[in-house]
T-cell receptor, first 113, second 109 residues
Framework: NAGVMQNPRHLVRRRGQEARLRCSPVKGHSHVYWYRQLPEEGLKFMVYLQKENIIDESGMPKERFSAEFPKEGPSILRIQQVVRGDSAAYFC???????????FGDGTRLSIL | KNEVEQSPQNLTAQEGEFITINCSYSVGISALHWLQQHPGGGIVSLFMLSSGKKKHGRLIATINIQEKHSSLHITASHPRDSAVYICAAEPNTGNQFYFGTGTSLTVIP
């Protein structure tokens, strides 16, 4: 399967811990997008990265959240000092060029105890 | 007001029925996307369209740019079509996609 791979599929953290969500895009894709889906709500854009660069992080909360897409390895969405309200499904998508259809991963379901 | 509005929110149909899901958007777009999210949570891109009509199997997507409206049609619906269908507007400026809240479709055998 050469699709977008996200791991872990499920992640449980206690309040105050750190959560790291990984996304390996489709091979050859250099554009990565992160989205959050809160319970009973629609998907919301968080951040758009293009190899080693953050292009648009207008949807990211200003504190505790960060994202990277290094030259080698997967894209990482990092949430520090998690709170209950961070519980959500986090989806990653990738595309080869900016205006091509995005391929989505299966998401990481984050639960905060 | 959301940039993308979908209707209906929930839809139940008998197997074989013709189904229509509607999407209206208020932003200028470079493309309109239809996505499918299955109960397990994975998301699949069904269509990306900027004008006219596209067809893939039993699925048809149309868009009217002047009216800022798109529809997703499913012909001869089947229980395996049961999923949440999401409309997403790709704006012609900026990078942020705007998503509808989804239409939950259940097709009964």
């Amino acid at each position: 399967n050469a699709g977008v791979m996200q791991n872990p599929r499920h992640l449980v953290r206690r309040r105050g811990q750190e959560a790291r969500l990984r996304c390996s895009p489709v091979k050859g894709h250099s554009h990565v997008y992160w989205y959050r889906q809160l319970p009973e709500e629609g998907l919301k854009f968080m951040v758009y990265l293009q190899k080693e660069n953050i292009i648009d992080e207008s949807g990211m909360p200003k504190e505790r959240f960060s994202a990277e897409f290094p030259k080698e390895g997967p894209s990482i969405l990092r949430i520090q000092q998690v709170v209950r309200g961070d519980s959500a499904a986090y989806f990653c998508a990738s595309s080869g060029v900016r205006n091509q259809p995005q391929h989505f991963g299966d998401g990481t379901r984050l639960s905060i105890l | 007001k959301n940039e993308v509005e979908q209707s209906p929110q929930n839809l139940t149909a008998q197997e074989g029925e013709f189904i229509t899901i509607n999407c209206s958007y208020s932003v200028g777009i470079s493309a309109l996307h239809w996505l499918q999210q299955h109960p397990g949570g994975g998301i699949v891109s069904l269509f990306m369209l900027s004008s006219g009509k596209k067809k893939h199997g039993r699925l048809i997507a149309t868009i009217n740019i002047q009216e800022k409206h798109s529809s997703l049609h499913i012909t001869a619906s089947h229980p395996r079509d049961s999923a949440v269908y999401i409309c997403a507007a790709e704006p012609n400026t900026g990078n942020q996609f705007y998503f509808g809240t989804g239409t939950s479709l259940t097709v009964i055998p």
